[in-house]
């Protein structure tokens, strides 16, 4: 799987839009972006994922660039609750694994 | 609320012992993923398993085991406790299904955290 570089930490003021980046430079043609978050110590939590064309979804935007070497993560409207460490992850979904290789991730904070 | 259950919860136990971590994925999921969460080392995975038939294997010490039953449900098995081992362990599960839009999702289960004394 290709490796992920992602800030340590983030800060975003409550109601703004967190946005937050990604680099992959080494991404093959065939693996998928994820993004997971990890509130505290809860198990991590699916947000979005993507190929190579933008995605939408009820909790957040994923934009990736059209060289596939980038991608940022929107929550539009941050609130207190998005405070959580966020992970990027590119992996290939080949048949019969899903496994998933975490880094640090980003430590974002919602501040009131 | 993910689907997948995990119990204990909270497990306290001297070096030396060795305790059962037990999985049950969300209904119709057939795999199940092991991963430890230990301060220094963030979310390393661990083991999977397919149907009952282990189908990728991680960074998982001679010490541990793991497998899945008929009825789905996965135990992970810690033996010769060290004091290294105390850890938040995670159980994932997710649909294996070719052609699902949604490939690679993982639904996390909220975790056993292991103290070892």
């Not at chain 1, 703004?16 to 198990?43: D, F, K, M």
Request: glycine share 8%; proline share 4%; charged share 15%.
């Amino acid at each position: 799987d290709a490796k992920t570089t992602q800030p340590p930490s983030m800060d975003c003021a409550e109601g703004r839009a967190a946005n937050l980046p990604c680099n992959h430079s080494t991404i093959s043609g065939n693996e998928y972006v994820y993004w997971y978050r990890q509130i505290h110590s809860q198990g991590p939590q699916y947000i979005i994922h993507g190929l190579k064309n933008n995605e939408t979804n009820e909790m957040a935007s994923l934009i990736i660039t059209e060289d596939r070497k980038s991608s940022t993560l929107i929550l539009p409207h941050a609130t207190l609750r998005d405070t959580a460490v966020y992970y990027c992850i590119v992996s290939f979904s080949g048949a019969g694994s899903y496994q998933l290789t975490f880094g640090k991730g980003t430590k974002l904070s919602v501040i009131p | 609320d993910s689907g997948v259950t995990q119990t204990p919860k909270h497990l306290i136990t001297a070096t030396g012992q060795r305790v059962t971590l037990r999985c049950s994925p969300r209904s119709g999921d057939l795999s199940v993923y092991w991963y430890q969460q230990s301060l220094d080392q963030g979310l390393q995975f661990l083991i999977q398993y397919y149907n009952g038939e282990e189908r990728a294997k991680g960074n998982i010490l001679e010490r541990f085991s793991a497998q899945q039953f008929p009825d789905l449900h996965s135990e992970l098995n810690l033996s010769s406790l060290e004091l290294g081992d105390s850890a938040l362990y995670f159980c994932a599960s997710s649909v294996e299904a070719s052609g699902n839009s949604r490939t690679g999702e993982l639904f996390f289960g909220e975790g056993s955290r292991l103290t070892v004394l």
